[in-house]
């Protein structure tokens, strides 16, 4: 149990174009989702964190406009890069947590972003 | 003072070898703590909870020293597939909700050669 799934796993786009990131917990209901950014040889970097049916929560220095978060279900996030440049190239992870202990999260598989 | 510490790492031992990484934090009311591993352009997958004084799972052995502020990680006849980075995850707990979100610690490289 608690998969969670990602998609799609990598994607190359041109400079200024958005791209939408899918995150879908599935065989359980996600209370939170959280996506993080990770760059080559760094750990993870919380972007920000959402409940379904409220707005994203961001970390500092991250910008909302930017990228923008949506949790319409128990089950889905997504997340939209807009506008999108080569130093948002990255790796993409999205986590989901049910009822539980804190901190125990389940990760998807990571979207790998190269913007050209 | 970062909230989460690791040892920098990268830690190589040969296949056998008993291995300990060390993870401090600053946050005194944080209660639970866990251990993550992540493989090489993966996704980072739960190792271990640690609730209480430490908890053991075959040949991993966590332990949390609450005066001090650190949990270590203790990997025991070290395997080849041991090899990854290990992430000390600890939730931010704060005054006005008991949790809103979990630290990552850097990360300790693990590699362990034939």
């Known amino acids: 149990g608690a998969v969670v799934s990602q998609h799609p796993s990598w994607v190359i786009c041109k400079s200024g174009t958005s791209v939408k990131i899918e995150c879908r917990s599935l065989?359980?209901?996600?209370?939170?989702m959280f996506w993080y950014r990770q760059f080559p040889k760094q750990s993870l970097m919380l972007m920000a964190t959402?409940?379904?049916?409220?707005?994203?929560?961001?970390e500092q220095g991250v910008e909302k406009d930017k990228f923008l978060i949506n949790h319409a279900s128990l089950t889905l996030s997504t997340l939209t890069v807009t506008s999108a440049h080569p130093e948002d190239s990255s790796f993409y992870i999205c986590?989901?947590?049910?009822?539980?202990?804190?901190?125990?999260?389940?990760f998807g598989p990571g979207t790998r972003l190269t913007v050209l | 003072r970062k909230e989460v510490e690791q040892d920098p790492g990268p830690f190589n031992v040969p296949e056998g070898a008993t291995v300990a990484f060390n993870c401090t934090y600053s946050?005194?009311?944080?209660?639970?703590f866990f251990w993550y591993r992540q493989d090489c352009r993966k996704e980072p997958k739960l190792l271990m909870s640690?609730?209480?004084s430490g908890n053991e799972d075959g040949r991993f052995t966590a332990q949390l020293n609450r005066a001090s502020q650190y949990i270590s990680l203790l990997i025991r006849d070290s395997k080849l597939s041991d090899s990854a980075t290990y992430l000390c995850?600890?939730?931010?707990?704060?005054?006005?909700?008991?949790?809103?979100?979990?630290?990552f610690g850097p990360g300790t490289s693990l590699s362990v050669i034939p």
């Open positions: 986590s989901a947590s049910r009822r539980g202990p804190v901190g125990e999260q389940f």
């Open positions: 065989d359980f209901q996600a209370t939170t």
């Open positions: 959402s409940n379904e049916g409220s707005k994203a929560t961001y």
């Open positions: 946050n005194s009311a944080s209660q639970s």
């Open positions: 640690v609730y209480s």
């Open positions: 995850v600890v939730p931010r707990v704060t005054m006005k909700t008991s949790y809103d979100k979990v630290i």
